[in-house]
């Protein structure tokens, strides 16, 4: 971690950015690697996209392993462990292997390190590394997803991919990829070769007009698929939840039919028959497993005493049109669960989050009460004036109102690199400060949406702030984690009457360091 924590020249986002670094360099590497050859050879899927990459990424590597294929997947970021960001057969590739894959990439692009050839930044090398992974493994096929944009984004590196797609687009990384739909799509699009077939969703008329424009210039079949129709699914349920997936399913399911077409196998196919899938498809598509993304977890802690009783719903949302999908997956999830008695969704990485895990509860637990709380934190490079309102306002329209807003400082452990990279004693809380007046005043200026009050809860989550280090009417400042986790815990305690569902969302760091805790 020391070593790859030496190839980060900046902390900020547009470090990963490629403006920068000379494109041209990572064929060099490919080339001191040697990786020239095995790249050209590989049977790759390449996804770009503002929301849903990841998401319809593991969707295509569920769908061919479970159809027999050897898979291996490039994803970013991490959300717990670094290993995540390199899946062999749906698994993170193992610690052994992990290391000696890394070092021998390392040492050998440090040998051959010189004033025109540099070391590669950080991003670079981890899409290097994870070439020489599925070189050294011989998987049958590799699925990349973009870091950044696409057009200079190191994956595409790769000159002939079997099969390109974009999921939807949106406002992200402007700082890098420009200020409009148009100049967005214009880098996402730069992943289209020439002749190779290309899948997307529907877009925003503006950004589907440049997408076009690129796959005419490149004579690239451009397809628009339409989200899976869930009859096909058999009465089963998506593995990755929220309504949203079916789109990236639809994206998903249009690329590994296209995959296995254009490699040969043509005794699985599913273009032709838009009324069934395949088994293999079924099944792949509701068991994939993605963690930080519309994943629902019990606390560990609390749950043995009272089962569902503290309950995480995590989505690692932090652009405003993925705070509203993430907002309506929330309400209508926590709605869902409280109607029900709390037969909650448990995803780990042995499981799917589609399996239910049913809880006996008595009749006095069944009258329970419910109340939203709402954990947070986000870049200070994210706008909160555009993130808190389609928070608000879609959970509102759907009757849920957060009693209470948690915020906390960035400084996880788990996703920085290198071991000196542990938080200062004296934590900056500026940030969060900004974002809980922020959140009062639009709480006070809506009523949080819908007005909904439960007095004598409200009144014990008031008075416990011993805690915190700012506490508001409707929010608190945590100067850590661990601390908002303690309160939550004690509030459970002190509350018997009650269910807390609380929805942690902003950065996938803090999604990540939630897991850590409560999955213990």
Known sequence: MDALSSLISERNTASVGNKNVRFDLLFDYLKILDLEEPVSNMKIIHVAGTKGKGSTCTFVESILRNCGFHTGLLTSPHVIEFRERFRLDGVEICEEKFVAYFWWCFNRLKENAAGDIPMPPYFRFLVLLAFKIFAAEQVDVAILEVGIGGKLDPTNVVQAPVVCGISSLGYDHMEILGNTLEEIAGDKAGIFKHGVPAFTVRQPEEAMCV????????????????????????????????????????????????????????????????????????KGLTTACLQGRAQIVPDKCIDIKSPGDLVFYLDGAHTPESMEVCARWFALSSKEDSQRGFSYQLQDNSKSSNELVNRHLDDRAIKKSTQQILVFNCMSVRDPHLLFPRLMETCASHGVCFKKALFLPNTS????????????????????????????????????????????????????????????????VFSSLTLAIKWLRESVQQNPSVRFQVLVTGSLRLVGDVLKLVKV
């Open 413 to 476: 452990l788990h996703q920085k690199v290198g071991s000196h990279s542990f938080p200062p004693s004296e934590v900056d809380l500026s940030w969060q400060f900004t974002l809980q007046r922020l959140w009062e005043n639009l709480m006070e200026t809506n009523k949080g949406g819908g007005g909904k009050t439960v007095d004598a809860v409200y009144e014990d989550l008031k008075d416990d702030t011993e805690l915190c280090v700012k506490s508001g009417k409707n929010s608190a």
């Open 211 to 282: 997408l076009e424009d690129k796959a005419s210039q490149l004579d690239v079949p451009l397809q628009v698929v339409p989200p899976l129709d869930a009859n096909l699914l058999n009465g089963l349920r998506l593995g990755l939840g929220g309504e949203f997936q079916y789109l990236n399913a639809g994206l998903a399911v249009a690329l590994c039919s296209t995959w296995l077409q254009r490699t040969g196998h043509v005794g699985i196919t599913h273009l032709e028959h838009t009324n069934s899938l395949p088994e293999q498809f079924i």
